[in-house]
């Protein structure tokens, strides 16, 4: 499977990994001036969620000591209370490149030790976590699609570009451009996921 970039590779800056997030929403809803890309931003819980996740890693990783001390807790609140309001739990010790599109909210589980790649989309009830008592959890690449209802588990390997079907179970490495689907998932051909992710 394609070797995914190593876990300290680089990241941009906080801000910039915002910004291509918003991008993803905006540009997928056509949102071209800023009333309506306020208006989007107001309106859709995955973006609450995103954001504050961003937040979390801008605290984490580039806050001063003082402003880490003086907004853990507050953080840790307004975090907390989100997920269970949009039902969508992200930590932000987990990695994740620019350009995180959630579609929709509302049962999406995506575990601390997982890395997903830039451009990602994520659907409702997408699970991404470890498997049994284990602690090691999926490496996902660049542009993958994560259809709802979808759970990659254990320490595998989805390369770059590839499609996740719609409730399936992925527990084995998916190479890159491959569509996996079914419970357990098979890779089903090699159409990348271009179409998908836009
Ligand atoms: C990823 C996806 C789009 C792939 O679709 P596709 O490339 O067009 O695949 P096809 O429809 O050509 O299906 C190929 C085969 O896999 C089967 N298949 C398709 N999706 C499947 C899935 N999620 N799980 C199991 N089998 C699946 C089809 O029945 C077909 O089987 P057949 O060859 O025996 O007829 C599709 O799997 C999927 O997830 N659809 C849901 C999209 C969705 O949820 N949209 C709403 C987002 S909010």
Redesign the pocket.
């Known amino acids: 499977v394609t070797p995914l970039r190593p876990a300290d590779a680089p990241q941009p800056p906080v801000r910039e990994r915002l910004r291509a997030d918003l991008g993803r929403y905006f540009t997928m809803a056509r949102a071209s001036t800023r009333w309506r890309q306020a208006r989007l931003v107001l309106g859709t819980e995955a973006i609450w969620a995103i954001a504050t996740y961003r937040f979390g890693q801008y605290l984490r990783e580039e806050a001063s000591r003082p402003l880490q001390l003086a907004l853990r807790l507050p953080y840790g609140l307004v975090s907390r209370s989100l997920q269970y309001l949009v039902g969508i739990h992200l930590t932000p010790a987990t990695r994740i490149g620019p350009g995180l599109y959630i579609?929709?909210h509302g049962g999406v589980w995506i575990s601390p030790h997982a890395e997903l790649g830039a451009h990602c989309n994520v659907?409702?009830h997408v699970t991404i976590g470890v498997a049994g008592k284990g602690r090691r959890a999926p490496k996902i690449g660049d542009r993958v699609?994560i259809?709802?209802g979808a759970t990659v588990s254990g320490p595998v390997s989805v390369g770059d570009d590839a499609?996740?079907?719609?409730?399936?179970l992925v527990a084995t490495d998916v190479p890159k451009q491959a569509?996996a689907?079914?419970?357990p998932a098979r890779v089903?051909?090699f159409?990348g996921s271009r179409n998908?992710v836009g």
């Open positions: 579609g929709h659907n409702h699609w259809g709802p499609v996740i079907g719609a409730n399936s569509l689907l079914g419970v089903m051909g159409g998908l």
